[in-house]
């Protein structure tokens, strides 16, 4: 049972334009939520984060947007520039709630900005 | 250099050959953790650490073993490793009460279990 879910394998954005990846969660335990990018042959880096207390969280081009009540958030990049074009990853964990400590993450969306 | 190193980098073994992988960090990070990474179901924990001597279960720990006697280190160990171990593994440290924001990985090792 997948508890991240990223319904979107690929998402082709044009430079300059806005790219949306969405991430999908159903464990209600989630309070704290990460949004990793990945580029091929490296470790995934990490990019931005927010807790469950807010419902949005901005830095530079990238804004992650959380909606509790739907168990959904959503990662805003504008402008796309070349360079964002990589593997991004949802992740969740329950570090406030006593659950378990770890991450869970989802099965990625491969973000391709076309010139 | 602040940096997550992991040995080898790649590796090719056969069903039941016992094998480690290596994970050293050099940032006195207290957590510690291993995913591996398959295709079409991105990264899933397999085994993390609060701190030495602490380890805990993550999504997938079925065939691993870790230990964490030193902070510095966090092995991985397939004691009979298996076709369906063959993966990109990733591990990855970062200091406490900070999160996972400040979670560095490692550059990966590319296992193959024949």
């Known amino acids: 049972d997948q508890q991240v879910k990223q319904n979107s394998p690929s998402l082709s954005v044009q430079e300059g334009r806005i790219s949306i990846l969405n991430c999908d969660y159903t464990?209600?335990?989630?309070?704290?939520f990460l949004w990793y990018k990945k580029y091929p042959a490296e470790g995934p880096t990490f990019l931005i984060s927010?807790?469950?207390?807010?419902d949005k969280n901005e830095d530079g081009r990238f804004t992650v947007f959380l909606n509790k009540s739907a168990k959904h958030l959503s990662l805003h990049i504008v402008p796309s520039q070349p360079g964002d074009s990589a593997v991004y990853f949802c992740?969740?964990?329950?570090?406030?709630?006593?659950?378990?400590?770890?991450?869970?993450f989802g099965k990625g969306t491969h973000l391709i900005i076309q010139p | 250099e602040a940096q997550v190193t992991q040995n080898p980098r790649y590796l090719i073994t056969v069903t039941g050959k016992k094998l480690t992988v290596t994970c050293s960090q050099n940032?006195?990070?207290?957590?510690m953790s291993w995913y591996r990474q398959d295709p079409g179901l991105g990264l899933r924990q397999i085994y993390y650490?609060?701190?030495?001597?602490?380890?805990d279960k993550g999504d997938v720990p079925e065939g691993y073993k870790v230990s964490r006697k030193e902070k510095r280190n966090f092995p991985l160990i397939l004691e009979s490793p298996s076709p369906n171990q063959t993966s990109l593994y990733f591990c990855?440290?970062?200091?406490?009460?900070?999160?996972?924001?400040?979670?560095?990985f490692g550059p990966g090792t590319r296992l193959l279990v024949l």
């Open positions: 990855a440290s970062s200091p406490s009460g900070t999160g996972w924001e400040t979670q560095y």
């Open positions: 464990n209600s335990m989630f309070d704290y």
């Open positions: 927010i807790s469950s207390i807010k």
């Open positions: 992740a969740a964990s329950a570090r406030n709630q006593g659950g378990a400590d770890g991450l869970t």
């Open positions: 940032m006195n990070h207290e957590y």
């Open positions: 650490s609060m701190n030495v001597e602490v380890t």
